[in-house]
């Protein structure tokens, strides 16, 4: 064996030391800091662990005051529990106007940040002379938690109809787990940064299971980055993809779409005020612009809570 094949071997066995050095060492941090989300990670991308843990099938009233009424749907709530249930997202919800009006003034009024870098604050209009004076373009605007002081986003998270769906679709009582306010901008992206961004087929575990809200505040077609997802793909998962569980995002969209079925394929467009519901556990992804930014607000509910969190908070 030459030389340099030695050390190329040396190199490749340090490197996979080193990876399953920092697999270990987050494990046991994650264990000591929340056990619960430790063992969680690891159970629930198992269909049949989530579908015991919503066996209890708690519904609440969906009756309450008309001044919370953030949103109406296209069907009855009825006919949106089924959709939900069947494909794994339920596409018909619409902000009141004056929500969405308050949304789009809060995103341009209050500071955002550049690639969700705590050190990059700016408002939306600053946007194009911060990318200047760092020579560089932004990928996205992340709010981090300044949207929970948006009175509108409170009401929306409060509003019955949509915690009567996140209730049923759950079968507990849904506790409020996080939300988040982002542009994403039209720019060309790297395979890594995509995977960075959610933009390949993917799905989240952040609880045994969980239910995401998805509202559009800018109009979005084709060309402004619609949100895709494959329909029903939470029912019929392999067992090899259920054991791998979020690392299903290493695998290439094409054999996930040739797996799970072309025609299940669906694209969420929408004017703005739009709005949709999904099981994160279902293969999904959100798309880059090409020509036109888009604003999403999204808010998410699970069974539990949890200490863990993606995103560093600036102070």
Request: charged share 25%.
């Amino acid at each position: 064996m030459t030389s340099k094949t030695l050390q190329t071997t040396s190199l490749k066995a340090s490197k996979v030391t080193s990876k399953y050095f920092n697999f270990l060492t987050k494990n046991k941090k994650l264990f000591s800091e929340d056990p619960n989300f430790f063992w969680m990670q690891y159970l629930a991308r198992f269909q049949f662990i989530r579908e015991w843990s919503t066996r209890d099938n708690f519904a609440p009233e969906t009756t309450g005051a008309n001044t919370l009424r953030s949103i109406s749907l296209d069907d009855s709530l009825e006919d949106a529990h089924k959709i939900l249930w069947n494909y794994g997202y339920y596409r018909g919800i619409r902000l009141a106007p004056a929500i969405l009006e308050e949304v789009i003034e809060f995103s341009r009024t209050y500071p955002c940040y550049g690639d969700r870098d705590p050190n990059i604050k700016m408002t939306i209009d600053q946007r194009e002379q911060v990318e200047a004076e760092l020579g560089r373009t932004f990928k996205l605007a992340s709010y981090f938690d300044g949207h929970e002081s948006c009175k509108a986003f409170q009401q929306l998270k409060q509003d019955p109809t949509l915690k009567a769906i996140a209730a049923h679709y759950l079968g507990h009582e849904p506790k409020y787990h996080r939300g988040e306010l982002m542009w994403s901008f039209p720019r060309v992206l790297t395979v890594e940064e995509k995977i960075a961004s959610a933009q390949v087929l993917h799905c989240d575990i952040n609880d045994y299971k969980t239910v995401k809200f998805f509202f559009y505040i800018t109009d979005v077609d084709m060309e402004s980055g619609p949100h895709v997802y494959i329909k029903g793909s939470h029912h019929n998962r392999s067992l090899w993809h259920q054991m791998i569980g979020q690392s299903i995002a290493g695998i290439p969209d094409a054999d996930l779409i040739e797996r799970y079925g072309p025609e299940n394929v669906a694209t969420a467009l929408g004017p703005a005020g739009f709005g949709f519901v999904g099981d994160p556990y279902v293969l999904h992804r959100g798309s880059t612009p090409s020509k036109r930014p888009r604003l999403l607000l999204q808010l998410e509910f699970g069974m539990n809570t949890y200490k863990t969190w993606y995103f560093v908070t600036p102070k």
